[in-house]
T-cell receptor, first 118, second 113 residues
Framework: NAGVTQTPKFRVLKTGQSMTLLCAQD?????MYWYRQDPGMGLRLIHY???????AKGEVPDGYNVSRLKKQNFLLGLESAAPSQTSVYFC?????????????????FGPGTRLTVT | LAKITQPISMDSYEGQEVNITCSHN???????ITWYQQFPSQGPRFIIQ???TKVTNEVASLFIPADRKSSTLSLPRVSLSDTAVYYC??????????????FGKGTKLSVIP
């Protein structure tokens, strides 16, 4: 049981390049999330998904796109990277209310991807 | 979005009880309060969650007053391994009909031997 995994762990991009971050979970969770973490800013929600084939915007969605083609995977894409997107990106997953044995919204986080855009 | 305020940093000696308070004045009726712990170069880890009154588990207690505009995470008898950043999270329903999660900016707890 690997939990939540993220690929890659580190990446350096030049301005204007594109890339996709992959998140995978093996806990059969319905909900998945992408966050970014910047110094002094805490974690901010970029996009989330409440089930396969559905996605929605979070607090800071501009410049990012996501897809949830399979229940276990949640992809975050940057079409044209900008230096302002330099950050640590975390993926998380959770049960939906009623899916698990509790109403807990406990999220399980991956180890993060450190992205630098030059 | 819920506006969340928590202290930037706290120091404590080993063996003491530590209380970290989070302010969330515009918490919505359906919002839960959750606390996470984060060590350097790792993802956050769930500590405890509550809706009202008091919740206790094997590692912490969470106190939530009746008006729910604040909450206090209590860590009993901290050790050096509790040195970490602690985040308060309010959600998921912080907006009209939307699923939003708002983290505080984190409290860096330093435990001193």
């Amino acid at each position: 049981n690997a939990g939540v995994t993220q690929t890659p762990k580190f990446r350096v991009l030049k301005t204007g390049q594109s890339m996709t971050l992959l998140c995978a979970q093996d806990m059969n969770h319905e909900y998945m999330y992408w966050y970014r973490q910047d110094p002094g800013m805490g974690l901010r929600l970029i996009h989330y998904s409440v089930g396969e084939g559905t996605t929605a915007k979070g607090e800071v969605p501009d410049g990012y796109n996501v897809s949830r083609l399979k229940k276990q995977n949640f992809l975050l894409g940057l079409e044209s990277a900008a230096p302002s997107q330099t950050s640590v990106y975390f993926c998380a997953s959770s049960y939906s209310p009623g899916q698990g044995l509790t109403t807990s919204y406990e999220q399980y986080f991956g180890p993060g991807t450190r992205l630098t855009v030059t | 979005l819920a506006k969340i305020t928590q202290p930037i940093s706290m120091d404590s000696y080993e063996g003491q009880e530590v209380n970290i308070t989070c302010s969330h004045n515009n918490i919505a009726t359906n919002d839960y309060i959750t606390w996470y712990q984060q060590f350097p170069s790792q993802g956050p880890r769930f500590i405890i969650q509550g809706y009202k009154t008091k919740v206790t588990n094997e590692v912490a207690s969470l106190f939530i007053p009746a008006d729910r505009k604040s909450s206090t995470l209590s860590l009993p008898r901290v050790s050096l391994s509790d040195t970490a950043v602690y985040y308060c999270l309010v959600g998921p329903y912080s907006g009209a009909g939307s699923y939003q999660l708002t983290f505080g900016k984190g409290t860096k707890l330093s435990v001193i031997p």
